[in-house]
């Protein structure tokens, strides 16, 4: 745990927070080695949320793509 609040100039606390927030999603997995917290990335899980964004994205920017059409068709017309 150290060394990501190192990289990221953050405070220990400042780092277990959204790490919690990693591991209760399953992308991360944390466990104690003696004195030490280490921290696993379960890429498979990252896999999985990037697919799912991947697939919001594309909804989403044929959604507005159709709303400006719209909006463009509406102006046109009046």
């Known amino acids: 745990m150290s060394e990501i609040a190192s990289q990221f100039e953050m405070s220990l606390p400042g780092v277990s927070k959204p790490v919690s927030v990693l591991e209760d999603a399953g ?3 944390r466990w104690r080695s003696g004195r030490s917290r280490r921290c ?3 890429i498979e899980r990252t896999e999985a949320a990037n ?3 991947l ?7 044929d959604t507005l793509a159709d709303l400006a059409r719209f909006i463009e068709n509406e102006e046109k017309s009046t």
């Open 40 to 42: 696993r990335l379960e």
């Open 51 to 53: 697919s799912w964004l």
């Open 55 to 61: 697939s919001q994205t594309a909804f989403w920017t």
């Open 27 to 29: 992308i991360v997995r």
